[in-house]
């Protein structure tokens, strides 16, 4: 196991001053590379400035709020409230609440190889039984559809509070939507009245060549879930949605979705910094001239799908046993991957949005290599 010293931009180093190349993003969190001197400076700054003060609305946070507009503002479509929160799975609880107040309804839709965290309602609404085992009962009146599936939608009623849907679902090995299940899905959420949470946890912060997967589907969502790549390596979480919705959150009782450090406005001015950094470099243009190079340069035969978009794909790969030994034969050559929790027999590709096409050529010949040195010529 290895033990990290330090990380710069898209490289992670050892304590025996090895380098290795990170083409994970620990998990599609560092879109902005490992320790961006921006988000180091804003991180400085404002710890220096003043840290947890009160976040239930009592004070003005700058960062929160500049944050939050910002927010607004890059994601238009209507979304014009930003609940901070700690973790992706306490997104999905207050944005499964929201639904369920707003509507007076208590049905929730989601799909089956989703992931969406690990506590009792995230729990409850993915969509994998292994990963669900010993912790019943979890959350009543949850009804689990299939991804891709038109004739599923019909199980959306007037009854029906809210559906949580990734845009890809992630963890299941980038599993991509089919191009019209998305515009058949928000047409159904509209008619029977139910919310449209999109868990965007993973595709957020311009992973997949847009700042957030919903502005390339054509839809638009009534509550998006923000995680990950936000922050720029710091801990900082949203939900995020119509104003008409959320509002029901703080009111009757006025605390209906508070947390202690939700908001921390050390953590939003990292985000902030991290987000202008994504804008101002223009690092979400320059992603297909790099995305091309996977496809192209992942041809072995043992290779049996790749799947993705923008920097966000999956390398199918035949069993977990081998999948594995390539994650450490390339790790023995310097480069970083990992396998899906859904989807043992793929590897994962999500580097830093900075990473070069040198650097992406590099760690994908690495790759290749590595499959090479597990399967030989096959
Ligand atoms: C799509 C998706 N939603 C929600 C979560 C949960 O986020 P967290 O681990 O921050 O609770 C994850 C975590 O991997 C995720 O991939």
């Known amino acids: 196991m290895l033990e990290i010293t330090k ?17 994970i993003s620990g998990i599609s969190v560092s879109n902005v590379g490992h320790c961006a001197p921006e988000v180091v400076e804003a991180v400085r700054t404002q710890a220096g400035k003043y840290m947890h ?42 944005a499964l609440k929201a639904a369920k107040k707003y509507t007076k309804r208590k049905e929730i839709i989601a799909f089956k ?6 506590t009792h309602a995230a729990l409850s609404v993915t969509g994998n039984d292994w990963i669900k085992e010993g912790y019943g009962p979890l959350l009543p009146f949850v009804k689990h559809i299939r991804f891709n599936h038109p004739e599923d939608l019909a199980q959306i009623t007037t009854e029906t509070a809210c559906v949580i849907a990734e845009p890809i679902q992630a963890e299941a090995g980038v599993r991509m939507p089919d191009k019209d299940f998305f515009l058949l899905l928000r047409k159904r959420c509209t008619e029977t009245g139910t919310v449209l949470i999109l868990d965007e946890v993973q595709t957020g912060f311009g ?30 979480v949203a939900f995020a949605g119509k104003k008409e919705i959320l509002s029901v959150l703080s009111k009757n009782p006025i605390l209906g979705n ?9 953590c939003t001015a990292a985000g902030l910094a991290c987000l202008n950094k994504i804008q101002q470099e223009n690092l979400i243009e320059k992603i297909p001239a790099k995305s091309r190079w996977i496809k192209s340069i992942l041809t072995h ?78």
């Open 7 to 23: 990380g710069e931009g898209v490289y992670l180093f050892d304590n025996e001053e090895n380098k290795y190349l990170d083409l």
């Open 53 to 94: 003060t009160l976040v239930y609305g009592e004070y003005v946070l700058e960062p929160s709020v500049r944050f939050a507009e910002s927010i607004c503002q890059a994601a238009g479509s209507g979304i014009s409230v930003v609940y901070f929160v700690n973790s992706g799975a306490e997104a999905v609880e207050g």
């Open 113 to 118: 190889d989703s992931y969406h965290g690990s």
């Open 207 to 236: 992973r997949t060549g847009s700042l957030f997967a919903f502005q390339q589907m054509g839809i638009v969502p009534d509550i998006i879930l923000l995680a990950k790549g936000m922050g720029g390596g710091m801990p900082i």
């Open 258 to 266: 508070i947390n202690t450090f939700g908001g921390h406005p050390v």
């Open 301 to 378: 035969p043992a290779i049996l799908q790749i799947s993705g978009t923008g920097l966000m794909y999956a390398v199918e790969l035949d069993t977990f046993e081998n999948t594995l030994s390539v994650v450490q034969r390339s790790l023995e050559k310097g480069v970083i991957t990992d396998w899906f929790l859904n989807k043992t027999n793929a590897l994962r590709i999500a580097p830093p949005l900075t990473i070069t096409e040198a650097e992406l050529i590099h760690g994908l010949t690495v790759l290749h290599e590595s499959i090479h040195d597990v399967y030989g010529n096959r």
